[in-house]
């Protein structure tokens, strides 16, 4: 099967899972296909490396508002970038890696994510400090919903849109 009907095939899979209408006689080769689309995709962001290193979802660049409420109090920002682990963001302060905020996460359909979070990675550029995040509690329904996410604007940017 070629690229471009193994993409056709699953949008229409996708879609159907979207809207509540997938068989269940089709949820295995949906889940099959939803894995490797995250594997191409994290193979094309050369993510797929071996060991400590290796990530287990690709990263999307945009920017979703968030609300942390950290030790030194709330902070509203937008993510640079997030996958179905966490998400990176400015921060006005460096964080304590030992600090675990809580944060809300809101999706473009309203929906609202919330959970608590660790520090995976940070570092201070120019005034403001990068930080990375790893989603720790996110309920299952939660994870079902980022994911069913990304992979819609995943579609979207190579060109294939849910009708």
Not at 33 to 42: M, P, S, T
Not at 58 to 77: C, D, F, I, K, S
Not at 118 to 131: E, G
């Amino acid at each position: 099967m070629g690229v471009i009907q193994f993409i056709d095939e699953f949008r229409e899979l996708h879609t159907k899972a979207r809207q509540g209408k997938l068989a269940e006689l089709e949820r295995p080769a949906y889940m099959a296909a939803r894995e490797q689309f995250a594997r191409a995709l994290l193979n094309a962001q050369g993510l797929m490396l071996d060991g400590a290193e290796a990530r287990r979802h690709y990263r999307v660049a945009h920017q979703l508002p968030v609300e942390l409420q950290m030790a030194y109090g709330n902070v509203w920002t937008n993510t640079l970038d997030l996958s179905a682990g966490g998400f990176s963001v400015m921060l006005p302060h460096a964080v304590d890696v030992k600090e675990r905020p809580s944060a809300l996460l809101y999706l473009p359909d309203g929906t609202t994510l919330a959970g608590t979070v660790r520090v995976v990675s940070q570092f201070q550029r120019a005034d403001k400090h990068r930080a990375s995040f790893a989603f720790l509690d996110l309920t299952e329904r939660e994870c079902e919903l980022l994911e069913g996410f990304l992979i819609d604007f995943a579609l979207e940017r190579v060109g294939i849109t849910p009708p």
